[in-house]
């Protein structure tokens, strides 16, 4: 690979201490698209950050490539550092989760949405579930009051929030109605509640219909019935509104033209990213993502929604 970008490691501490620094990108300079620079790029760090950079060099180089831009990429030890920097203006573009997203902008963040993350070319599809066994007698959530329920942790978008609000809805109060169990993980949640120890369990689309199966071979197809879901937003792109805007719709539309299916047709995929999909072999441009779907603003108003409805200690700042 050529230019693997630079990185800049911070803690969230050090982050709150720079928020009054300007950023050093081309937005903050006043440069206009074409002209070359550099471009301020925050994401969610991973463990540590050769795994951070690994996981984004292959997009930092094609995005720069394509641009003629160099990319600052912005990584903390901790996501709170990055919805910092994005709050305090100074990243021109941002990777974040989706109730990252809607925290950020919630606290006075100037962005757009470039699109959702999206694991293969039918783009995103992340929904909640709620999962019984299929010889428990129980078709709706409504009979779940009173029971034991399998959920992952407070701040699982799948495995509580979202399921907190469709209690919620349905006027029951998810800490009062029911026994929480916070069990830590989905694999673990899903095995409680077959074995018994909960009623149901909160998690996402594919884990109850896959790999959960895949994960237990003792448990054959068909043991598990869905009584409830909801579609929850993936994670995204945005970028700063508080740029030039040809510079906004330059990052926007390189970021939606290096997708799976347009690199690997190019041939310019290494084999350690290709993947197979349902139509087709294609990239994983952005380590574990095809890369993005263009959605507009409209697509954090689920978190939105969810947030109001159970004032969530995860949708505060």
Known sequence: MGHRGHIMRWTAGAAVAALG?????????????GDGGTLNFGVVPLETATETLDNW????????????????????????AVIEATIAGDLDFVQLGPFAQWIARDNGAQL???????????????????????DSGIEDITQLAGEDICFISPGSATGYLFGAAAFLSVGMDPERDV?????????SAARSMYDG???????????????????????????????WRD???????????????ELQTMIT?????????AIYERGECPDDLQAEGETGDFCRVMGQFWGIVSEDESYWEPIAEVCELTDAPACQS
């Open 21 to 33: 620094l300007t950023a050093c990108g081309a937005g903050d300079d006043g440069g206009d698209a």
């Open 57 to 80: 060099s292959f997009f930092i180089d094609k995005f720069e490539e394509e641009t003629g831009y160099q990319i600052e990429l912005f990584e903390a030890t901790d996501p709170a």
């Open 112 to 134: 757009d949405t470039v699109g959702a993350t999206a694991p293969d070319e039918q783009g995103p599809r992340n929904e909640a579930v709620a999962a019984v066994r299929a």
């Open 179 to 187: 026994n929480g169990i916070f069990v830590g993980d989905h694999a």
């Open 197 to 227: 120890e909960c009623a149901a369990v909160f998690t996402h689309r594919e884990y109850a219909e896959v790999i959960f199966f895949d994960d237990n071979d003792d448990v054959e197809p068909g043991a598990l019935d869905i009584i």
């Open 231 to 245: 579609e929850v937003p993936e994670g995204g792109i945005s970028v700063s509104t508080e740029i030039d805007e």
């Open 253 to 261: 539309e390189t970021i939606l033209e290096l997708n799976g299916d």
